[in-house]
């Protein structure tokens, strides 16, 4: 089992979540995070801290296309393990629907 980041997450990085983690598992997107499921420790520490309540666990139903996904992009995006500058537009976005069609990019972060 392991924490999920989802959709919420996208445009808003506020990044209180990274600062948490006891295993530094979590990876940057451009405009997203991820959390790597096979470091991720289950503590739980993390989803009360996310402002846009992003971080939910797996055990949640529905969650297969965010579980890929941040499975995926782990992999793939740098670690990132200090809080960076939140976007000046964070707030707009904070529970916009639909920012996965609308906004999600495949770019890493800078870590
Ligand atoms: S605190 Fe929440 S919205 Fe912010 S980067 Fe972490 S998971 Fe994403
Ligand atoms: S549940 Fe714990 S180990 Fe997993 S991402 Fe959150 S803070 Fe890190």
Redesign the pocket.
Known sequence: MAYV?TE??IK???????EVCPVDC?YEGEN??VINPNECIDCGV?EP???????VPDTEPNLEKWAELNAKFSAEWPNVTVKGETPADADDFKGVPGKYDAHFSPEPGKG
């Not at 808003?12 to 990274?18: E, G, N, Q």
């Not at 801290?49 to 971080?55: L, Q, T």
């Open positions: 980041v919420a997450c808003c990085k506020y990044m209180d979540c990274v979590f997203m995070l993390c801290e996310c402002p846009a309540e992003a971080i």
